[in-house]
């Protein structure tokens, strides 16, 4: 990777963290949002601070609204335990919260996200074996219950099949109306990767490319897609952070670029 | 355990890991594990069912991580009942990993909120609990082809509904900031899936930074996050989660968790090497201790940055 990668001029965003902004854009002024630690949470915490400063977040493990301090590397560190409403259990976030339906938005990760925004976190198929992943966590009970899921992920052939090996996690399941009938409230989904933003919703039951990330062609999402997604007939280009942002980022969220080691290898840790 | 059966309340008593692993964890053990990935995990007490080699064991627990992957790696482990085996930024559970992917444990794989809804039915002496989670999911299928878990229709709604098992652990452990001499338990910070699981448990043992005497949360019970009522034995053993952290007293140290990591990744031979350089080679945790952090140091630094972050 180099520095002419990057976006927004010589010391403009790097992919991963152009990631970050494209998924602080999902949230709303007042959402309820729950992220797990990495671009996720720093996604939600770009979000507070600029266009949506009344947005609140959960994390799983019982920590209601904190105002996180830098850098949590775990949903139990205390950096992420720092100055909440409360300081609750798991069933008081996946239970309390998500299940009961005061979580409006929910950012998850995966090894395979499928045609129809499946994830699987749990079994991989890899020649004659199965890889063994960590497992739900909270992902189930998070796409279950929300209304919007938010993917942050790198844009990998193998990370993108046609179907799941495994379906950890609901997106549209077997396509437009399967969530209901499986007693599941409707969805939508964005996926947002390195070289597009993908999305869809109960009634299309799969994902759409709906705008690429600067730089990127169709051609790029298609040969590192193991689907055919449909494209949207007018793409978008992923916007650049405003002014400042990347400050925000990278000198306040995550100064010592916990989340970001090629900062350390190109020589671009500061703005 | 069986669900609501009737049980004498005990009398919590004040052990030494060492007594309380040997009274209260029996081989083929259902053993609830409390704390969550880098927070409050029951190291100390882990170590002690290392050291007695307790096997046989189906662990059970939401997110477990390390405390876990030691008893998979010692060979203590026939089966697993989780949410997730994860140390997020820190890796996979190495050791549980391969021992799954080999077929040397079984596995039976929930959501965080549905495997902490059957320890609330547990706590509530109810044979199962409904959740919403699971729907469509292969996780449900896998369950419902294993008889753990029934799909059926609100009996009001006619909405469907997942119902899953009690889990009601023969015996938990967790670590916890503090408790006095009649089990009385604080846990400051999150408490993850511990009261319920606890709740749910026939016995309990408590390893705890600091024991305070009887009586003494007297002028503020609503302190008390556990009641004594549930706990089988309290152990005194400061760091007793080391190298995971408690909220409010030290900070986790990310080198030793870091180390252990790196080796179990590479293969089996790291978690045997750490197991029998670090627990089975010392009488107690605090030889343990005194030979990870000779100095001290490592520890006070942890616990001047848990000051500094509160």
Same mark, same amino acid.
């Given at each position: 990777?180099t520095?002419?990668?990057?976006?927004g001029?010589?010391?403009?965003?790097?992919p991963?963290?152009?990631l970050?902004?494209?998924?602080?854009?999902?949230?709303?002024d007042?959402?309820?949002?729950?992220?797990?630690?990495?671009?996720?949470?720093?996604?939600?915490?770009?979000?507070?601070?600029?266009?949506?400063?009344?947005?609140?977040? +959960?994390?799983?493990?019982?920590?209601?609204?904190?105002? #996180?301090?830098?850098?949590?590397?775990?949903?139990?560190?205390?950096r992420?335990?720092?100055?909440?409403?409360?300081?609750?259990?798991?069933?008081?976030?996946?239970?309390?919260?998500?299940q009961?339906?005061? &979580?409006?938005?929910?950012?998850?990760?995966?090894?395979?996200?499928?045609?129809?925004a499946?994830?699987?976190?749990?079994?991989?198929?890899?020649?004659?074996?199965? &890889?063994?992943?960590?497992?739900?966590?909270?992902?189930?009970?998070?796409?279950?219950?929300?209304?919007?899921?938010?993917?942050? @992920?790198?844009?990998?052939?193998?990370?993108?099949?046609?179907?799941?090996?495994?379906?950890t996690?609901?997106?549209?399941?077997?396509?437009?109306?399967?969530?209901r009938?499986?007693?599941?409230?409707?969805?939508?989904?964005?996926?947002?990767?390195d070289?597009?933003?993908?999305?869809?919703?109960d009634?299309?039951?799969?994902?759409? /490319?709906?705008?690429?990330?600067? =730089?990127?062609t169709?051609?790029? /999402? +298609?040969?590192?897609?193991g689907?055919?997604?449909?494209?949207?007939? @007018?793409?978008?280009?992923?916007?650049?952070?405003?002014? =400042?942002?990347?400050?925000?980022?990278?000198?306040?969220?995550?100064?010592?670029?916990?989340?970001?080691?090629?900062?350390?290898?190109? =020589?671009?840790?500061?703005? | 355990?069986?669900?609501?059966?009737?049980q +004498?309340?005990?009398?919590?008593?004040?052990?030494?890991?060492?007594?309380?692993?040997?009274?209260?964890?029996?081989?083929?053990?259902v053993?609830?594990?409390? =704390?969550?990935?880098?927070?409050?995990?029951?190291?100390?007490?882990?170590?002690?069912?290392?050291?007695?080699?307790?096997?046989?064991l @189906?662990?059970?627990?939401?997110?477990?991580?390390?405390?876990?992957?030691?008893?998979?790696?010692?060979?203590l482990?026939?089966?697993?009942?989780q949410?997730?085996?994860?140390l997020?930024?820190?890796g @996979?559970?190495?050791?549980?990993?391969?021992? #799954?992917?080999?077929?040397?444990?079984?596995?039976?794989?929930?959501?965080?909120?549905?495997?902490?809804?059957?320890?609330?039915?547990?706590?509530?002496g109810?044979?199962?609990?409904?959740?919403?989670?699971?729907?469509?999911?292969?996780?449900?299928?896998?369950?419902?082809?294993?008889?753990?878990?029934?799909?059926?229709p609100?009996?009001w709604?006619?909405?469907?509904? &997942?119902?899953?098992?009690?889990?009601?652990?023969?015996v938990?452990?967790?670590?916890?900031?503090?408790?006095?001499t009649?089990?009385?338990?604080?846990?400051?910070?999150?408490?993850?899936?511990?009261?319920?699981?606890v709740?749910?448990s026939?016995?309990v043992?408590?390893?705890?930074?600091?024991?305070?005497?009887?009586?003494?949360?007297?002028?503020?019970?609503?302190?008390?996050?556990?009641?004594?009522?549930?706990?089988?034995?309290?152990?005194?053993?400061?760091?007793?989660?080391?190298?995971?952290?408690?909220?409010?007293?030290y900070?986790?140290?990310?080198?030793?968790?870091?180390?252990?990591?790196?080796?179990?990744?590479?293969?089996?031979?790291?978690?045997?090497?750490?197991?029998?350089?670090?627990?089975?080679?010392?009488?107690?945790?605090?030889?343990?201790l005194?030979?990870?952090?000779?100095?001290?140091?490592?520890?006070?630094?942890?616990?001047?940055?848990?000051?500094?972050?509160?």
């Amino acid at each position: 990777m180099t520095v002419t990668d990057t976006v927004g001029g010589a010391v403009g965003a790097l992919p991963r963290e152009l990631l970050v902004f494209e998924g602080a854009r999902q949230i709303r002024d007042g959402d309820c949002v729950i992220a797990g630690t990495g671009l996720p949470l720093l996604a939600g915490l770009v979000a507070q601070r600029t266009h949506a400063p009344s947005a609140r977040l +959960l994390i799983e493990s019982g920590v209601v609204f904190p105002k #996180v301090v830098p850098t949590p590397l775990s949903v139990v560190d205390p950096r992420i335990m720092h100055a909440p409403s409360k300081l609750g259990s798991l069933i008081e976030s996946l239970g309390g919260f998500v299940q009961r339906g005061l &979580v409006s938005t929910g950012f998850l990760g995966g090894a395979q996200i499928d045609a129809r925004a499946n994830i699987n976190s749990t079994w991989i198929e890899r020649g004659t074996g199965r &890889v063994r992943l960590p497992g739900s966590g909270g992902a189930n009970d998070i796409a279950s219950h929300c209304a919007t899921i938010v993917i942050l @992920t790198s844009h990998e052939k193998r990370r993108f099949p046609e179907r799941c090996d495994y379906v950890t996690s609901p997106g549209f399941l077997d396509g437009p109306g399967a969530r209901r009938r499986a007693g599941l409230n409707p969805v939508r989904v964005k996926v947002v990767t390195d070289l597009c933003v993908m999305e869809g919703d109960d009634t299309v039951g799969e994902l759409t /490319v709906t705008a690429l990330m600067p =730089g990127a062609t169709v051609e790029d /999402v +298609l040969a590192h897609t193991g689907f055919t997604p449909r494209i949207a007939d @007018t793409l978008g280009v992923v916007a650049a952070p405003a002014p =400042g942002q990347l400050a925000l980022l990278r000198d306040v969220l995550d100064p010592e670029s916990r989340y970001f080691p090629e900062r350390l290898k190109n =020589g671009t840790a500061h703005e | 355990m069986a669900v609501g059966v009737h049980q +004498l309340l005990t009398t919590p008593q004040v052990l030494t890991a060492a007594e309380a692993v040997e009274r209260f964890v029996e081989p083929g053990a259902v053993l609830g594990l409390g =704390g969550q990935n880098i927070n409050r995990c029951p190291m100390a007490l882990v170590h002690e069912v290392v050291r007695q080699r307790i096997g046989e064991l @189906t662990v059970v627990g939401c997110n477990l991580s390390l405390p876990l992957d030691f008893l998979v790696a010692a060979g203590l482990v026939v089966r697993t009942e989780q949410g997730s085996g994860n140390l997020e930024k820190f890796g @996979t559970l190495f050791s549980w990993r391969r021992a #799954v992917e080999a077929n040397r444990i079984a596995v039976r794989d929930y959501s965080h909120l549905s495997m902490a809804s059957r320890f609330l039915a547990g706590a509530m002496g109810l044979p199962f609990m409904p959740v919403r989670s699971l729907l469509g999911s292969s996780v449900l299928d896998r369950l419902v082809a294993e008889d753990d878990a029934v799909v059926t229709p609100d009996p009001w709604s006619g909405e469907p509904v &997942v119902l899953v098992r009690a889990c009601t652990p023969d015996v938990s452990l967790i670590h916890a900031n503090l408790a006095d001499t009649d089990g009385n338990v604080v846990i400051d910070g999150v408490t993850s899936h511990e009261i319920d699981m606890v709740r749910a448990s026939r016995h309990v043992i408590v390893s705890v930074e600091e024991v305070l005497p009887a009586g003494a949360f007297d002028g503020q019970p609503e302190r008390v996050t556990i009641s004594g009522a549930y706990v089988s034995a309290v152990v005194a053993q400061p760091w007793g989660a080391w190298p995971t952290s408690v909220y409010r007293k030290y900070d986790y140290y990310e080198p030793e968790i870091d180390g252990y990591q790196k080796g179990a990744k590479a293969g089996d031979e790291g978690p045997r090497a750490f197991l029998a350089g670090s627990v089975e080679s010392h009488p107690d945790f605090d030889a343990y201790l005194a030979a990870t952090d000779p100095e001290g140091s490592a520890r006070t630094a942890m616990a001047e940055q848990m000051r500094s972050l509160l």
